[in-house]
């Protein structure tokens, strides 16, 4: 029997694969998604891959006949929702820990210790740093919306979004309810806080020397707590907007090319 061959139209290629590039019209070399699988077991995979593939199957679309958004399996956007997802952790989690230091925690701590006031400048620096991760992420995937044209990088743009936006929300509601919660214990427990103030303070005496359980404990109840308050609603509402501005990039994007389609079909009919 002769050994098989791959003649570019869904027959057993190198690789041992049937119809590893599908058939027909829409074979394509390119299209070989058994590779995604074979990097993310080398490995895990982040963002980056996942745009690079975005980017080639943007090209494949662009030269090539309408491919049908199946070739984008579900094994495929379940991978790209984990993705999505784990950046979106990663991002979140960041973007809380700067919140919660550097609008919270170090300008009372400087107030209160240090009896001196952030300026002006350090606020706005402050600002920007909090913010910074999050903005370039979000970016970042507006980025990605230019590519937001065949029903392939539709697909994976959606999947890869959608997962970076529940990661972002769910962090947002969690953390919210986080620091709820420890309001409520606070105010409810004031005995329990004198206790963690007595042996949090070995943390705050290398920086400040002769601070005392009590100065500690009144801090606490003065800034920490309603720090605490102003920083949930932030972090909360902060999320949200993340998470939607890319999908108002690629709404925004459809619309004008919708405008556009309209406009040129207009001149068409009217020359």
């Not at 984990?82 to 979140?92: H, M, N, Q, T």
């Not at 109840?221 to 990039?249: G, Q, R, W």
């Amino acid at each position: 029997m002769a050994a098989p061959t791959n003649n570019g139209s869904g027959g057993v290629g190198n690789k041992g694969d049937v119809n590893a590039y599908g058939s027909g019209r829409f074979a394509h070399p390119n299209l070989d998604f058994g590779e995604l699988k074979e990097s993310q077991n080398r490995g895990g995979r982040h963002i980056l891959n996942a745009l690079s593939e975005i980017q080639r199957y943007h090209i494949i679309e662009d030269r090539s006949e309408e491919i049908p958004k199946e070739y984008f399996t579900l094994e495929q956007i379940w991978d790209y929702i984990k993705i999505g997802f784990k950046s979106g952790l990663l991002e979140s989690f960041i973007f809380t820990g700067l919140i919660c230091f550097l609008q919270a925690i170090y300008p009372s701590y400087k107030y209160y210790f240090l009896h001196a006031a952030i300026t002006p400048s350090e606020k706005t620096f402050f600002i920007l740093c909090s913010f910074a991760p999050m903005i370039i992420s979000t970016l970042f995937m507006m980025y990605i919306s230019k590519y937001y044209k065949g029903l392939l990088t539709r697909r994976a743009i959606f999947a890869l979004m959608n997962g970076r936006s529940a990661s972002f929300l769910i962090k947002g509601v969690l953390v919210f309810l986080l620091f709820q919660w420890l309001m409520t214990q606070s105010l409810e427990n004031p005995r329990l806080i004198y206790s963690m103030a007595d042996w949090s303070s070995w943390l705050i005496n290398p920086f400040v020397n002769g601070v005392s359980v009590k100065q500690i404990y009144e801090y606490y109840y003065k800034y920490a707590v309603p720090a605490l308050h102003d920083s949930s609603y932030e972090i909360l509402y902060s999320m949200i907007i993340f998470a939607l501005m890319p999908y108002l990039t690629i709404f925004y994007k459809g619309y004008k090319e919708r405008i556009n389609r309209q406009q040129i079909q207009d001149e068409y009919e009217n020359y």
